[in-house]
């Protein structure tokens, strides 16, 4: 009877109230009150409310609803406990309004309907729930692409989500896959959860998405749906280590690790991880008969203390991963697990409008096997720019201040990134029409445009023939050079001045100076390393191949290859330079493909792709190297001894010569390992090289590189404008490695030739080349010029009175103006 009543008063409510709508009140409450914790990725007490047919299924107290029964309902008995009562729901944040808790119990006494087909997602308070027939979303939409661009599950184990963006007129971008319907061709492959899809059966299909008029389409195969896929150290176990931030070098990481417990840093070693978890402290880490009682799994949730503090909670997928894996008894992998091969973030460039904008990014794994793997949820997200664009563990962005930011994702020994631009909603802004001399200014337009900052405007005559007369040639113009160039009316009078300055002696000076910086060209008196005349030697064989013109790619090869006398074969002295093997693979990395490979000495690149195996694998092609001496004491015959192997420090394994970032090459024996590498290095097969060497030109003319600074490339130092990174590159590549014909492009930009007066849209910009930066001189530079016009003759040595001080060889050699304004000592191989 008393059921009877409370139904009744029930009833007697909503009819006053009118019906209760359940996307419209209800699903609002839930999404923002209870699927955080109650959702595919973390179900609470086994229990779903994120779609129809879970939510019936309820969780280990059984249905959350009684239909038709409110006060029967363990869902309103929750939300209606005491707030310190363990049961209370939900546990934290603010309790549910008592308008909120009529709304649930009107909806449960109307009979608690769910209604198929729709996905519910945790969502703040005070965020819109996504209207899907917003007019607006169709003004100006140009594009819609989904991610990634197809689908594969295997395994009953697997899973993928789906993002889709619209792309509109303005380059803007949306994250819109809250606003499209899936459709699955053949339905019966997969279990669809909104964007998240599971194999239900195997075959071959398509899912499809349409927004206002645009469609796209991805091809769906489904592999082994009724297979477990079998649980791994390396594959589950490791990631959950690495998402989770345990083997960071602020925690169990570090050299000396934490509480006792050591693990490689960023997984480096997983076989001696391995050990140490399972073997070093018998059974304390590890209880295989009562596997939730096992150290790491008590200190992970803070069952017990952990320094650390918790981890993740214990109906996460994280506990379930390593639960698993206790309980199918540790094992250790066997030799052919299958080892992530690549890392993919999508999307990769995004333009997002207005503060709050969001962006949810998907993180594909690819496999040796030939699988893939959807490791979103185990990557490690960090943004280079919080303010502008910032990352949840998720990897949910979320835009802030105007401005740039790399979005980073971290897995295995992978790191990759995407670029995010956010500019202001309702920016007052049109697309300028812009005069432009060659490619350079196309793809620094178009960088400008995606940023809505507008380029200043050309520099003077009298600044443009000083400008470039210092920087192609390390001289002041004269008067009468002056005098002639401003009286020229021809349009083309910039590009000549270019051609003639190319063509003077003054242009080989200069840039020998400069690659005499980068391959430290000076005296080194230990031991008789690099006597005087060896630096002399070195320097004109140096001055000679520029003179001449010689192609870049030949005189790098010439280098790495050398092999005899210091003296009779001068570019030998490369390697008198520095001699100790892992010094020399790390100068050759950074100079040649800007690369610093220091990190992975001792451990994984913490912020780059490069592992151990890379670093002594690549130095392995400089293990043979001989040197002995010759007649004169003076010189070092440099030579291929054809033996000699570079161990890996922790697997004490020889290592075989590999590339960076390619193939392992086919050596044959006695063959000197140099020469294969010189032959790769200075080649199209290299995408490292002539990047690296039209950085290098630019930042010369501009004061910054496209990648800044140029010596340290890296995913997590990408490139300010990318596609023109890799124009600069690919025209490099086709004019033969002739740079001179890049700097002719560089200097008939009309980038290169703005003024260094800014506007009010580029004046906050340093790194998009909007406008001329303000240079400082290099000291040798400013010393010829002081001189030039003080009419100033200096004596350095070796050369005769008069000299430019950019003609110094020997990197020793300097004085007190030198030294006060900066001159690069020729110690290291950074141009500093």
Known sequence: ??????????????????????????????????????????????????????????????????????????????????????????PKGRRLKPEEIETLKGWIAEGGTFPEGITLKEREEGVPVADKNDPKDAEGLVSLTAYPSAVTLETANDSQSVIVVAKY?????????????????NAELVTAESNHFKPKSDGESKISVAFHGQTAELPLKVIGAASERPISFKLDVMPVFMRSGCNTGSCHGAARGQDG?????????????????????????????????????EKAVEAVPHSGGKLFETDSDYYHKLLTWLKAGAPKDPDDVATPVSLELMPKQLLLEGEGATQQMVAVAKYSDGTDRDVTSLVVFQSSNDPTAKVSKEGLITAGARGEAFVMARFATFTVGSQVIVIPD??????????????????????????????????????????????????????EEYKRFVADTAPDKRAKLVDALLERKE?????????????????????????????????????????????????????????????????????????ETLKVSENVAQ??????????????????????????SFAAFFSQVGRKAAEDPRETIVFNSGGGEMQHPVTKQNMVPKFLGSEV????????????????????????????????????FFGAGIINPVDDVRVSNPASNPELLDALAQNFTDYNYDFKRLVRDICNSRIYQLTTQTNPTNAGDGLNFSHSLIRRMRAEVMLDAISEVTETKNKFKGLPLGARAVQIADGNVSNYFLQTFGRAERGTVCSC
């Open 591 to 616: 100079v040649f493909m800007g690369m610093r490979l220091q990190c992975a000495q001792c451990h994984n690149h913490p912020f780059d792709r490069w592992t151990m195996n890379d670093y002594y």
């Open 665 to 700: 090459p086919e050596i044959k024996p006695g063959e000197d390992r140099r020469k294969v590498l010189a032959e790769w290095m200075a080649s199209p097969q290299n995408p490292f090289f002539s990047r690296n060497l039209a950085n290098i030109v630019w930042a010369h």
């Open 1 to 90: 009877m008393t059921r009877f009543l409370t139904l009744l008063c029930s009833f007697a409510a909503l009819a006053n109230a009118g019906a209760v709508d359940f996307q419209k009140d209800v699903a609002p409450i839930l999404e923002t009150q209870c699927v955080k914790c109650h959702n595919a990725e973390k179900a609470k007490g086994e229990l779903r409310m994120d779609t129809s047919d879970v939510f019936a299924i309820g969780g280990e107290n059984g249905p959350s609803i009684e239909a038709g029964m409110p006060d029967d309902s363990i869902l309103v008995k929750r939300v209606l406990l005491p707030e310190d009562d363990d049961e209370a729901m939900p």
């Open 261 to 297: 417990f050591n693990l490689s840093l960023f997984g480096y070693d997983p076989d001696g991880d391995y050990f140490r978890l399972t073997r070093e402290i018998g059974s304390r880490r590890l209880n295989l008969a009562l596997p939730e009682e096992s150290l790491m799994m």
């Open 507 to 579: 242009f080989t000076e200069l840039w020998v100076m400069k690659w005499a910086e980068l391959l430290q060209i000076r005296t080194i008196n230990n031991g008789n390393q690099m006597s005087y005349k060896a630096t002399l030697l070195y320097y004109n064989w140096l001055q000679e191949r520029i003179a001449k013109n010689t192609p870049f790619n030949l005189i790098v090869q010439e280098l790495l290859s050398s092999s005899g006398g210091t003296f009779s074969n001068a570019a030998t002295n490369y390697y008198q330079v520095e001699r």
């Open 169 to 185: 007129a303005d380059d803007t971008t949306r994250d819109v896959t809250a606003k499209v319907d899936f459709t699955v061709a």
């Open 426 to 479: 309702n920016l007052d802004y049109r697309k300028p029409e812009l005069p432009k001399n060659n490619y350079i200014d196309e793809l620094v337009y178009d960088k400008l445009h995606r940023l809505r900052v507008i380029p200043s405007g050309l520099c003077t005559d009298e600044v443009f023939l000083r400008r470039v007369s210092l920087d192609i040639a390390g001289v002041l113009p004269s008067e």
